[in-house]
């Protein structure tokens, strides 16, 4: 196949003496040559299974943005974006481009952003064949018009057994995540987890769309038969993929979307769900998308039978399945929406101090937005053995390039505009903390998602938390009214009181962070 005419020739990023050059393989010849190379195995469902190393998750503190003209002044700088100098990009692009000399790769034309106005061209370039397969089911399949368009679109080269060199190289470890928004490339080296080509794309699209007039978002997005379309922020571990497959509504994307003029749309062509513990029972979607064509990600298998074991957390508790969005069986075809009629925030709660479902004001929603809370469990990482609570601005600090407040003040402007109904749901842990009392129902929490998307919770009486100052509905169609008051679920009230009064403390001290034009924001947290 030709190359795409808004591309930059292979020669221009240094890349001769190549190998055999792949080029748009099916993903049936992908799974072939992945198997063939050794790099991973098949399942029992079909799903082709890869296990990435040492790095089983992102790996946030070798990210690095170029710093130039263009990034200097803009970029929020800090534990998230870390400068590089050009001259070290430059250095490590050369030694890259030594390193694959004589290598097979396999090329990838994609794209990114579902609506037509905003779609960007993306070329994905990688040493294993298993990540050209994640790629192609994750982004968008590239049309005749990206192949010709005059946007520039972006590059990913990703060689992950190529290892950067610290003192060379101007880098933290072997591994290195680098961005350069003049050159338009993205450069991956040093771990296998596939992710990192999805949030790079994404975090290059968290800088371009503000510009543009569009607000990107770290959410998953569905629409009813109505058109009533709803928006799902949350961190990882939150029920975001899960409650957005919802048999009743229709799958616009799980993870990633921008809000412009005409309302969502999807920046992928793929879901990337979690598997831990996945069942059939609760998660049915999900389960039946595993097949032929998806990609699993240290989901262990079973030696004879190679099946999946979703349970097993010995690699990793990050397990991960990829698979195109049409994997779903009732999927929105042209991955768009019309504006939300609802915006709902999730926190899974560890601590046990959060209402299951509440009502926010707009000011609200701006405060638990920036504040972006979840709560890491015991044992997800090395070294968190209880509960720790988690801020991440606009529940995706990783992957926002700009500062919190650029992303916050246009939701604003977009709940106001849209009229957006706003609600935190906490699908954590109720009736005590992690160890002590159970995690919600996910039945319940469907039930509260669908009062609060279709408007039965407008006008349901609510008692409002002395300490959060959140309106809690006082009870909700199938869920026990028991369940919804979080202090009534406790059998030590006490502990429950000194639980809601750190945890309170906890938002305080984080937003301490964010300066903003007036206080109305800051008075809408924790009293």
């Not at 792949?22 to 010849?29: E, G, I, K, R, T």
């Not at 032929?292 to 508790?317: I, Q």
């Not at 650029?406 to 706003?422: F, G, P, Q, S």
Request: some cysteine; charged content about 20%; overall charge negative.
């Amino acid at each position: 196949m030709t190359m795409m005419m808004s591309r930059k020739a292979l020669e221009d990023y240094g890349l001769v003496n190549l190998g055999k050059i792949n080029w748009n393989l099916s993903p049936a010849a992908l799974v072939e040559h992945a198997l063939a190379r050794g790099e991973g195995m098949l399942a029992s469902n079909g799903a082709f299974a890869a296990t990435t190393g040492s790095h089983t998750g992102r790996s946030p503190k070798d990210k690095f943005i170029v710093s130039n003209k263009e990034t200097a002044a803009r970029i929020w700088w800090g534990e998230n974006n870390h400068p590089i100098s050009p001259e070290a990009f430059a250095s490590v692009r050369r030694s890259l481009a030594d390193y694959l000399q004589g290598r097979d790769v396999y090329i990838l034309d994609a794209a990114a952003g579902a609506d037509p106005r905003y779609r960007m061209p993306i070329q994905v370039i990688t040493e294993l064949a298993w990540h050209n397969l994640f790629a192609r089911q994750l982004f968008l399949r590239a049309k005749e018009s990206d192949l010709t368009s005059d946007d520039p679109g972006f590059t990913i080269l990703c060689v992950p057994h190529f290892h950067t060199y610290p003192p060379a190289h101007g880098t933290r470890s072997e591994a290195a995540i680098i961005l350069d928004f003049e050159e338009r490339l993205v450069l991956i080296a040093g771990t296998e987890y596939a992710g990192e080509m999805k949030k790079s794309i994404f975090t290059v699209l968290n800088f371009l769309l503000p510009a543009r007039g569009v607000l990107p978002m770290h959410c998953s997005a569905n629409v009813g038969p109505l058109g009533d379309v709803a928006l799902f922020f949350g961190l990882s571990g939150t029920g975001k993929t899960s409650l957005s497959a919802d048999p009743s509504r229709q799958l616009i994307g799980d993870d990633e979307h921008g809000w412009g003029e005409n309302g969502v749309f999807n920046f992928e062509g793929g879901c990337y769900a979690k598997c831990i513990h996945l069942s059939k029972k609760y998660e049915p979607q999900i389960w039946n998308a595993v097949r032929f064509g998806s990609v699993y990600e240290n989901v262990v298998l079973n030696e004879k039978t190679r099946e999946p074991d979703y349970d097993d957390d010995s690699l990793t508790e990050n397990t991960r399945v990829a698979y195109p969005v049409d994997y779903i069986d009732n999927v929105v075809e042209s991955s768009m929406g019309g504006h939300p009629k609802a915006v709902i925030f999730l926190s899974a709660d560890s601590f046990g101090i959060l209402p299951p479902i509440s009502q926010l004001t707009t000011e609200q929603a701006m405060y638990y937005f920036l504040s972006g809370y979840t709560s890491k469990l015991a044992g997800t990482e090395a070294g968190v053995t209880t509960p720790q609570a988690t801020f991440s601005p606009c529940f995706g600090a990783p992957f926002l390039p700009l500062r919190p407040g650029e992303y916050a003040n246009m939701l604003r402007e977009r709940i106001e505009k849209h009229n957006v109904r706003c609600y935190l749901i906490n699908t954590g842990w109720t009736g005590g903390p992690y160890g002590v009392g159970q995690r919600i129902n996910i039945n319940y929490t469907r039930s509260m998602v669908r009062a609060a998307i279709d408007g039965t919770l407008d006008g349901a009486e609510t008692v409002t938390d002395s300490v959060f100052g959140l309106r809690i509905p006082t009870s909700c169609p199938d869920v026990p009214n028991s369940v919804l008051i979080p202090r009534n679920t406790w059998a030590d009230k006490d502990a429950y009181d000194r639980g809601a009064v750190e945890l309170a403390a906890r938002f305080k001290k984080n937003f301490e962070q964010f300066t903003l034009p007036s206080d109305d924001v800051r008075r809408a947290g924790p009293r």
